[in-house]
Nanobody
Framework: QVQLVESGGGLVQPGGSLRLSCAAS????????MYWYRQAPGKERELVAA????????TIPDSVKGRFTMSRDNDKNTAYLQMNSLRPDDTAVYYCHAWRGVGPKYWGQGTQVTVSS
């Protein structure tokens, strides 16, 4: 049974940091590209970052470049999103996604991140 379980969300003040984790099971983690998406209330789901099975990672929106970093540990079957200098407009539900470019796509249940004073 495939599972993606996100954790690490919560309430943080502007300027603070959080590290999200995505624990994967039920598939060959190292063979999959891993992604973090987010969805704010009333907005479409947005791709935030990607980590590729062959190595390397990327952050996608200009708004998170230099603040967010994605990484993965294939030995632990876990992907991470380090978020620094958080802003109120980072408030969203953050989702973990796994896909190897073909075949099935997997999603986690999401973790809420709220940035507020």
């Amino acid at each position: 049974q495939v599972q993606l379980v996100e954790s690490g969300g919560g309430l943080v003040q502007p300027g603070g940091s959080l590290r999200l984790s995505c624990a994967a099971s039920g598939f060959i983690f190292s063979s999959y590209h891993m992604y973090w998406y987010r969805q704010a209330p009333g907005k479409e789901r947005e791709l935030v970052a990607a980590s590729f099975s062959a190595g390397g990672s990327a952050t996608i929106p200009d708004s998170v470049k230099g603040r967010f970093t994605m990484s993965r540990d294939n030995d632990k079957n876990t992907a991470y999103l380090q978020m620094n200098s958080l802003r109120p407009d980072d408030t969203a539900v953050y989702y973990c996604h796994a896909w190897r470019g073909v075949g099935p796509k997997y999603w986690g249940q999401g973790t809420q991140v709220t940035v507020s004073s």
